[in-house]
């Protein structure tokens, strides 16, 4: 099957690594900084499972081949739209999209460019960051990549897939119900990066304050509650479910929003907090912990947008 993986950032690079370790059909499309900093380092993984280091296939948005079975899209949600444009020369009618963003507001613009039927549903839970030097460094004991065709149908092309994907030195996990894992996903990390984000600390001292208990509680209800408005497909006692799961994790875990704002990059606030904020607002629900949590975000955007014009 030949993948493609686009972005070879801190998961597409993890994920993609642990592929070509399988020996399958990887490539990675790229930007050109990006190709040029690869081709000088290759790609180098550092991961609690064992690193890794290859001179993967790399291809930028101008040159030529023919469609790939899958393309994985790893990018950032303000990303997005170029990666979409940069990618259609490479997706043919056949081509299964399998995006690994957190949220859910990106299936509208992937199924608009790429149809329906087309795209699949995908998530990951993995702790990985990108180096200084370009190194992926994954350091969570997760490091599972779950997908599955949105209408659970077992079709030919998700078991084509799965074999592909068996084998992996990561958990490739294939679901049944991607969407409402994807929804649950989302409830996680919306709450998890809005709330590590905000405390500036990892999720240990946060939860281990009785306040801090009560903060990730009352925001995962809310969070619910803004969810269950919407009829999104999310279990019932899912709250209670991923306030279980915030409290087993590492104390010294963080979420990619922090650790991006700790590299004083953007954030995907808009696409978490923000498509919530939104529909909360429309439905007339109240959000005053999503609001204060947004709150601070967008004052950490304006703060980094006002130095990048004042360098
Ligand atoms: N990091 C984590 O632990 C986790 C992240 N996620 C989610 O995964 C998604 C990706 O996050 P993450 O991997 O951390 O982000 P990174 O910033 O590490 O990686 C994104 C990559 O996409 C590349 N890219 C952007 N636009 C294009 C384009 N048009 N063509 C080719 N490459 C492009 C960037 O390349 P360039 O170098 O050129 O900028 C970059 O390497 C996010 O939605 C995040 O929330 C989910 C679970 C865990
Ligand atoms: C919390 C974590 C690391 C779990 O996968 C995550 O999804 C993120 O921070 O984006």
Redesign the pocket.
Known sequence: MKILI???????GYFGGRLLEKEEDVTF???E??KEKLQQTGLNIHSKHGDLQFSPKLIT?NEQSRPFDVVLI????Y?LA??IE?VQPFVGPETMILP????IAHLQSLTEAFGEENVLGGL???????AEDGTIVQTSPVHQLIYGERTGEKTERIGKLESAFTGTKAEFIKSDHINQEMWHKYLFITAMSGITSMMETSIGPIRDLETGQRTIQAFLEELTAIMEKMDAPIKPGIAETQLKRINSMGAEMKS?MQRDIEKMQPT?AEHLQGYLLVRAKEMKVAAPVLEIIYTKLKLYEQKINTDLQSE
């Open positions: 686009v972005g070879a950032g801190a998961i597409g499309l790229v930007r900084g990006k948005k790893s990018t950032k949600s990303q170029n990666a940069d690994l963003l957190n949220g990951c839970f993995v702790e990985s960051t990108l990619s995907e």
